[in-house]
């Protein structure tokens, strides 16, 4: 049975999963991940908001070593293996960092339509995998 990294993050493993953002009340800015307060205006009326599962990716890099902690990853630095890290902007709401599902900058392109996925990220001590968010060409 696998789980996620950030069970509040998202609503993996549902069906269908979306990652799970918060709307200001006050003034409609949308965050990603969740926020108590709104970090447009400072209002606390925030509420849960499912984002949308197709992105366009705005920019991107490849990181090419192990991460510093808190990195929640087991690799060492014989075992890592370099993996794209994206800013895709989830239609005209929010823009989100993520892992990509690709390394590849020459199978990347400015514009190019993404879809969240969810990928193992290790087995944790009880041999359960854990999953984390990220998007793949769609």
Known sequence: MAKALAPEASTWPADNPQLVGTRCGSCSAVTWPRQA????????DMSEVLLPTRGTLIAWTTQGFVPKLPYA??????TFE?????????????????RL?????DALK????????????????NGEEVVTIAFQPA
């Not at 990853?73 to 014989?78: I, L, Q, S, V, Y």
């Not at 370099?82 to 993520?98: A, H």
């Open 101 to 105: 599902t690709t390394a590849d900058p």
């Open 37 to 44: 307060r709104c970090p447009r205006c400072s209002g606390p």
């Open 82 to 98: 370099p993996f794209g890290v994206g800013l895709v902007q989830l239609g005209d709401q929010v823009r989100v960092e993520s």
């Open 110 to 125: 400015p514009g190019m339509e993404l879809e969240l996925t969810f990928v193992p990220l290790y087995v944790d001590e």
């Open 73 to 78: 990853g087991k690799e060492t630095a014989d």
